[in-house]
């Protein structure tokens, strides 16, 4: 069974702090993509992570996929109000294309 | 362009009963992909259509099943409902045009079986 490990469950924090969110593997991904979920919708797109210790920068966002491409990690710098939601991770596996293997979610809550 | 949508958004069903949900994908995408969301479990692959033919399944019971027209939209349906079914069912669409196959989601169907 592939599992995607994500880490915290749960994060509540202050305005302003910074927090990183992990997802870890056994397996290697050929992608690993980052989604945002707002309750009652569906998980947006944040960004997709192709190379081994490649790193993406999204505004205060940044991402890190592992050189092995089994873990991936989301740093958010000084973060918002705005940035509160459910955090996914999902990655796919090398043949296995329109499957995407979810982590279990991170809910983060920015306090103003 | 478009996004994913997904029809209907809330349906409440009752045990036993049997329910079909819509999905029409971004246009020029040809793969859509079904997901089940659940507080317990997260997000779980469902399965996966490419030009109408069923390319990857899940884990699920051939309760729930599939398919993809020749417009690349696509159904799911699930037979004898259970209390267990209920959760946010999601689709996603994918240009499959390159090995990281981003993939697009719907705003969901919330199914309630009572």
């Known amino acids: 069974t592939q599992l995607l490990e994500q880490s915290p469950q749960f994060l509540s924090i202050q305005e302003g702090e910074n927090l990183t969110v992990y997802c870890n593997s056994s397996?290697?991904?050929?992608?690993l993509q980052w989604y945002r979920q707002e309750p009652g919708e569906g998980p947006v797109l944040l960004v997709t992570v192709v190379t081994g210790g490649e790193v993406k920068k999204l505004k205060r966002l940044t991402f890190q996929f592992g050189d092995a491409r089994k873990d991936s990690s989301l740093h958010i710098t000084a973060a918002q109000p705005g940035d509160t939601g459910l955090y996914l991770c999902?990655?796919?596996?090398?043949?296995?294309?329109?499957?995407?293997?979810f982590g279990q979610g991170t809910t983060l809550q920015v306090k103003p | 362009k478009a996004g994913v949508t997904q029809t209907p958004r809330y349906l409440i069903k009752t045990r036993g009963q049997q329910v079909t949900l819509s999905c029409s994908p971004i246009?020029?995408?040809?793969?859509v992909s079904w997901y089940q969301q659940t507080p317990g479990q997260g997000l779980q692959f469902l399965f996966e259509y490419f030009s109408e033919t069923q390319r990857n399944k899940g884990n699920f019971p051939g309760r729930f099943s599939g398919r993809q027209f020749s417009n690349s939209r696509s159904e799911m349906n699930v037979s004898t409902l259970e209390l267990g079914d209920s959760a946010l069912y999601l689709c996603?669409?994918?240009?499959?045009?390159?090995?990281?196959?981003?993939?697009?989601f719907g705003p969901g169907t919330r199914l309630t079986v009572l």
């Open positions: 246009s020029g995408h040809r793969s």
């Open positions: 397996s290697v991904f050929s992608s």
């Open positions: 996603a669409s994918s240009l499959q045009i390159s090995s990281y196959n981003e993939q697009f």
């Open positions: 999902a990655g796919i596996t090398s043949g296995n294309t329109g499957k995407l293997i």
